[in-house]
């Protein structure tokens, strides 16, 4: 069983930034994409960001939203997904999830194309 504990959530002012973690544990050998999801009262989840972790390369794509503002990079060996969020804006408040896979190739920011879900962090942008 994968399992997967989000971190680094908070308030902060627009203009600031946040940095989030995943850890990954459990049987994560396999697992091909790790995608940060967020999602607002109202809304319905969707994908930020992304990270293939299986291979060496590491490919990332990102969301029209949080492009140039948000990175997400991995440690394998740490086993650790991170999200760097800068420039934040009020419309980045959401609650975060991390999510993860064994398929890679399947589309990307697809939430109901992922097996296991971490609890979340709450990440809050005031004006």
């Known amino acids: 069983q994968v399992r997967l504990v989000e971190s680094g959530g908070g308030s902060v002012q627009a203009g600031g930034s946040l940095n989030l973690s995943c850890a990954l544990s459990g049987g994560t050998d396999g697992i091909g994409r790790i995608t940060w999801f967020r999602q607002s009262p109202g809304n319905e989840r969707e994908g930020s960001a992304s990270i293939i972790i299986k291979s060496r390369s590491g490919v990332t794509v990102y969301a029209d939203s949080v492009k140039g503002r948000f990175s997400i990079s991995r440690d394998n060996i740490r086993k650790t997904v991170t999200l760097q969020m800068n420039s934040l804006k009020p419309e980045d408040t959401a609650m975060y999830y991390c999510?993860?896979?064994?398929?890679?190739?399947?589309?990307?920011?697809?939430?109901?194309?992922?097996?296991?879900w971490g609890q979340g962090t709450q990440v809050t942008v005031s004006s």
């Open positions: 999510a993860a896979r064994f398929p890679i190739d399947a589309v990307w920011n697809a939430a109901d194309t992922y097996n296991y």
